[in-house]
């Protein structure tokens, strides 16, 4: 079956290579049947790559433990979803599954355009085959999932038990989608380039893909941010890990693009920063999905010396060779329609967007690749921490919230004084309310946060701004067609889904910085040690040991990721405040998982291995309380009971041992570390991402047909003024 | 060219050099904002990169550190943890940190969220400042790597200060 799973790889290449010379065959010489020839090998290589990743995915079900990937990820006992999903926690696995990913929008987005921009399509063919077949080659030649092991080993290793959530079997499909997602707006982005044909028909044909991937990318990052909140044992959900920025950038420059592409399409703007920014996206995605597996930065996501790097940047020197000299070469085709008239105008703020958003790409990739950096420069090793990337990214995150409420609303080309003063009192009027309010000491200490002040008021001023959008739109289509409210906002959104589905992320965005404020400037954390009966103060709260918990084998493991021996607590979290009302019991506990390593002997080795901490939590609207644990195991006398069944059972009767200790853990509890966490407003977070997310998918849907003819109509008349001019 | 008066007169009041701005001819003025905006991009970038030289903590590996470090300055110390050189005293963790090629070794005592991966022989990097002749780890400053050649591992551990 391995050779057979190679055999599709080779297949593969031999596919790319094929399509490849057919697109350009047939683009440069004119004869189309060739360059359609390339698309349908595009088709090819998805059903190839295909019957690979059920070739694999059959090994990980089936337990075969020949191949490598498997039996170092999975194994017998691993849970099904989780054995599914282990293909993509494995450098080799994971490149198969971008290298499908990859296939199948490449496939998608050239099914969609079949019958539109052939040339642009030949050459973005040619694009999105030479990235599927870069990375089939590293499986090729460096990281080959279908490796074997003569004879096969009996037991796999397993899933790492820090994977073992939900969450994170949605994040890295969320991710590599997104990522994948940006090439093709590049493979379009450099085809139009090197077809010369910028016009706006190449962006119509992408912008759903852009929109996706902005989608899918964002999800990725919301759900990465979650599983870290919810799961991990520090409470945080964004670190500026270089892993985080690096799914961040590509989403930054992709806001962008889908606002600059707005100026584009209604005045003819911008189309060198469009075409820039497509490009960037699409190289910025292929350098972030470089990072983890480079080794080139000492973060907790790089390992060592990699063969992989080498590859990756002579890639990533091409695409950005590439980018600069075919947008120089071509910039007399990009040149504006029309010129800024005003500062004050939808353009310019659109400009400044932009260039805000730009402006935190630079802060964050500098502070990235900070170590890389200061190596080259001062030859010594130096990084930079959360609090340099907060101190720069804070201040235009709120210029961003900002921003999105003037924007919408201001006038093209010129704003007045009459026309400002008609559209922004009442957003104006609301941030100022909110100030006051805020001021006047309601909620408490709130006043000793300037910034996180600053962005409540302008979230309320982006809302205020965004509700009054909505309600100026149902009531003049209330007079229109004399609809009741409800039906009048539903066919509002309806007819005009680009524009409110916007809206909507604005808010949604609005909403999560609220939470982002909150959360991290008005924390309550203490870090202690606690015995049973003991209690702490935390915020308004008081959490007290009730008493210890201790579970057995994977049957009673509640968190249902298969740990041999669960130790944890019973809290009770109580308002500090009389009536000391009772607000939660919560169990944080901390699960001990079998280890591979020979050297710990019978009963060692079943909890040897990596510990997990399952943290809990109570969540609440104002705020989150989250409690983590970690017990003390290695006391002398929980140490005797190891050492001396390690040395008098034989490996099969290790668990009994095991039983022993968490008897022992019950009758004689330790005292334990506490981290305990009260953060405000944290849902509103994860709520303002669903809103954003929804909002998305409004704005994506395809509008009832009648809208589109006509939508169509007045494009196409436009591109037609657009290629009179290039 | 009224409307464009007016425009300069509603939100310049009586300033003389707005009003000359105003009612500048529009290329000059394009040239005008477009340095302008370089010019503050400069100055942001510039503080922006001086800020980042000053504000960063050099890592060393732990040879490195017994030869340069000066009390009072955090440094990031980057090694592997030493077999049997972890003991844990109340809230205090002791270990020590040896270089990949496992000739030097600096111990410290560290306080804070220890990362579940935490174990003997795994990478690990903790911000250490020097105190008299011992080595202290900053509060919550201590990320241990995942041990396996590439794994999906989480963001870092260790809590904003």
């Known amino acids: 079956m391995a050779g057979f799973g190679f055999a599709c790889l080779v297949l593969a290449l031999v596919v790319c290579a094929y399509g490849i010379w057919a697109s350009l065959y047939g683009v440069r010489s004119g004869r189309m049947e060739y360059a359609d020839s390339g698309r349908r090998s595009v088709y090819a290589f998805a059903g190839v790559i295909s019957v690979a990743v059920l070739v694999l995915e059959i090994a990980f079900l089936g337990n075969d433990f020949a191949f490598n990937t498997v039996a170092d990820t999975s194994s017998r006992t691993t849970p099904g979803l989780y054995k599914a999903a282990a293909i993509w926690s494995s450098q080799e696995g994971s490149l198969l599954v971008w290298a499908w990913l990859m296939s199948l929008w490449s496939s998608l987005a050239l099914f969609l355009t079949r019958k539109r921009i052939r040339d642009v399509a030949a050459y973005a063919t040619a ?33 790492d038990p820090l994977l073992r959530f939900p969450t994170m079997m949605i994040h890295p499909p969320m991710l590599y989608s997104g990522y994948t997602l940006c090439t093709i707006p590049l493979a379009f982005g450099m085809g139009a380039l090197l077809a010369r044909r910028v016009d706006a028909e190449w962006i119509r044909a992408i912008r759903r893909f852009a929109f996706a991937a902005w989608l899918f990318l964002g999800a990725g990052i919301m759900l990465g941010a979650l599983w870290s909140y919810s799961e991990l044992g520090w409470g945080g959900y964004w670190g500026w890990d270089a892993v985080e920025n690096a799914a961040l950038l590509p989403w930054l420059t992709g806001t962008a693009f889908l606002h600059s592409l707005m100026i584009q399409e209604k005045r003819g703007m911008l189309k060198v920063w469009n075409v820039s920014l497509v490009l960037a996206t699409g190289t910025l995605a292929i350098m972030g999905t470089f990072l983890v597996r480079s080794g080139i930065l000492d973060s907790i996501h790089a390992f060592g010396g990699h063969t992989l790097g080498v590859p990756f940047v002579i890639l990533i020197g091409a695409l950005i060779g590439g980018s600069i000299y075919l947008v120089v070469s071509r910039r007399e085709m990009l040149r504006s329609e029309h010129r800024l008239d005003s500062l004050l105008s939808r353009e310019s703020m659109f400009l400044l967007n932009n260039l805000v958003l730009v402006g935190l790409v630079f802060v964050i990739i500098w502070g990235t690749y900070f170590p890389l950096i200061s190596e080259a420069l001062t030859g010594r090793e130096a990084s930079v921490g959360p609090p340099w990337f907060d101190r720069y990214t804070v201040p235009l995150a709120l210029v961003l919230v900002l921003l999105s409420g003037i924007g919408p609303v201001i006038a093209w080309r010129r704003a007045t004084l009459a026309n400002a003063r008609r559209n922004f009192l009442v957003p104006i009027a609301c941030a100022l309310l909110t100030l006051v309010l805020l001021l006047s000491g309601f909620p408490p ?38 609809e009741p409210a409800p039906l009048a906002l539903v066919a509002l959104v309806r007819r005009n889904r680009r524009r409110y589905g916007g ?80 607000v939660a019991t919560l169990e944080p506990s901390e699960g001990f998982y079998s280890s591979d390593e020979a050297s710990q002997g019978s009963v060692g080795s079943l909890i040897g291995g990596q510990p997990v901490s399952h943290i809990a939590m109570n969540v609440g609207v104002t705020r989150n309380v989250w409690t983590a644990i970690e017990p ?14 390690d040395k008098t059972l034989p490996p099969e009767d290790g668990i009994v ?12 509890p330790p005292p334990a570390e506490f981290n305990l966490l009260v953060s405000p407003l944290v849902m509103w977070i994860w709520v303002g991402g669903l809103i954003v997310v929804g909002g998305a ?23 037609v003024g657009g290629l009179a001019r290039a | ?26 290329s000059r003025k394009r040239t005008v904002r477009l340095v302008v905006a370089l010019g503050a991009a400069v100055v942001l970038a510039s503080a922006l990169i001086y800020t980042s030289f000053s504000a960063a903590s050099p890592a060393l590996t732990p040879s490195q550190l017994l030869r340069e470090a000066q009390p009072g300055r955090a440094y990031q110390l980057t090694g592997t943890v030493v077999k049997g050189s972890v003991h844990r005293e109340g809230a205090v963790l002791d270990f020590a940190v040896a270089d990949r090629t496992g000739s030097t070794a600096v111990a410290l005592s560290y306080t804070g969220t220890v990362p579940d991966p935490f174990r003997e022989g795994r990478e690990v990097i903790v911000t250490v400042q020097k105190q008299g002749d011992r080595y202290v780890g900053e509060q919550n400053s201590l990320i241990t790597k995942c041990p396996s050649k590439y794994k999906t591992a989480p963001p870092s551990e260790n809590q904003n200060s």
């Open chain 1, 632 to 645: 003390d195991i290695e006391t002398p006398a929980l140490k005797r009971i190891v050492t001396v069944g």
């Open chain 1, 445 to 482: 200490g709130v006043t000793s946060k300037p910034l996180a002040l600053a962005m409540f008021c302008c979230a309320a001023f982006a809302i205020a701004s965004i509700g009054q959008e909505f309600f100026r739109g149902t009531r003049a289509r209330r007079a229109m067609a004399a």
């Open chain 2, 1 to 26: 060219m009224r409307r464009l008066a007016g425009v300069g007169a509603g939100c310049a009041g009586a300033s003389g050099r707005l009003r000359y701005f105003a009612a500048m001819n529009p």
């Open chain 1, 503 to 582: 809206y909507i992320v604005h808010v949604g965005m609005a909403v999560l910085f609220i939470g982002v404020a909150a959360s991290s400037s008005f924390q309550h954390t203490k870090e202690l040690q606690l015995s049973p009966g003991q209690s702490a103060r935390v915020g308004s709260y008081e959490v007290r040991y009730v008493r210890p918990t201790a579970t057995l084998t994977p049957k009673f493991d509640t968190a249902h990721t298969g740990s041999t021996l669960s130790l944890g607590a019973v809290l009770e979290v109580t308002e500090s405040r009389a009536p000391a009302r009772h």
């Open chain 1, 697 to 719: 998918l409004i704005a994506i849907w395809p509008a009832p047909s009648a809208v589109r003819r006509r939508v169509a109509a007045r494009s196409r008349a436009r591109s």
């Open chain 1, 127 to 159: 694009i999105m085959l030479g990235f599927g077949a870069f990375f089939v080659f590293l499986m090729v030649a460096y990281a080959n999932p279908f490796a074997t092991t003569d004879p096969a080993p009996p037991e796999g290793v397993g899933l």
């Open chain 1, 657 to 668: 041992a095991v039983a022993y200790l968490a008897r022992e853990y019950l009758k004689h």
